[in-house]
C-alpha cells in the first residue's frame, strides 16, 4: 500500500474517492456528484488530501482544512473501502495526514464523527441540559467509530446535540500531534 497526495489530473482516483464517500457515508453524500464535488473542495493546495493505494485501486481517503490560523486542522472526511476495514488503512491514513499537518505547523487534529445512524448511547435522547456528562458514559452498542479515533489517540472534547436532526448527534473529538510548547511569558 502507499499513502499519496490525490491530484485532480488523476480523475481514476477521484471517482474512486467520491464512490467511496457514497458506499459508506451517504447520509452526508447520497449521489456522486455531491460526493465529486467534496473530492473536488479538498484538492487545492491549501488542504490536504490524501490516498491509500494498491497499484490503481484507492482503498482509501483522507482529507484536512486547516482551522483556527493553522493552529489545528479538521480531519475530514475518513473513508476506507468496505472490505478492507481492520486492516490498519484508516490508522496509516490518520498518521500520514497528522505527519502532513506537523509539516505545515499544526498543533491539532480534530474531527466531527457524527451519529446518524442511533449507534452510540447519545442517540435518540435528549441531551440536554448536560451533553457533556451524557459524553463522559458513552457506550458504543452500534460499532460507531468514534472507538476507532480513540484507539489512534484521539480524545472526546464535546457534543452537538441534535446537529443532523433530533437525537442524532455530532461528537467532536480531539488530538495533540506536536510537542506541548512551554508556556510564552
Known amino acids: 500500500m502507499q499513502t499519496v497526495d490525490l491530484h485532480s489530473d488523476d480523475q481514476s482516483a477521484v471517482e474512486q474517492a467520491a464512490a467511496l464517500l457514497v458506499d459508506l457515508l451517504p447520509e452526508g453524500w447520497s449521489t456522486m456528484e455531491s460526493a465529486l464535488r467534496e473530492v473536488a473542495e479538498s484538492l487545492p493546495d491549501e488542504r490536504i488530501s490524501r490516498i491509500a493505494r494498491e497499484g490503481e485501486e484507492v482503498v482509501g481517503w483522507v482529507s484536512g482544512q486547516e482551522a483556527y490560523i493553522g493552529h489545528t486542522w479538521e480531519l475530514h472526511p475518513l473513508v476506507v473501502k468496505r472490505e478492507r476495514h ?9 498518521a500520514d495526514l497528522e505527519e502532513r499537518v506537523r509539516e505545515r505547523g499544526g498543533h491539532t487534529v480534530y ?17 440536554y441540559p448536560d451533553p457533556l456528562e451524557h459524553a ?6 452500534g460499532g460507531h467509530p468514534y472507538e476507532f479515533y480513540q484507539h489512534v489517540g484521539y480524545t472526546i472534547v464535546g457534543v452537538l446535540p441534535d446537529a443532523n436532526g433530533f437525537g442524532r448527534p455530532d461528537i467532536f473529538m480531539a488530538k495533540r500531534i506536536a510537542p506541548l510548547a512551554a508556556p510564552q511569558t
Do not use: F, H, W
Not at 481492520?86 to 490518520?94: D, K, S, T
Not at 474531527?111 to 435528549?126: C, K, P, V, Y
Not at 463522559?136 to 452498542?141: D, E, Q
Open 136 to 141: 463522559a458514559r458513552i457506550t458504543n452498542p
Open 86 to 94: 481492520r486492516q490498519g488503512i484508516g490508522r496509516a491514513l490518520v
Open 111 to 127: 474531527l466531527g464523527t457524527d451519529d446518524e445512524r442511533g449507534e452510540t448511547s447519545l442517540a435518540n435522547i435528549e441531551l
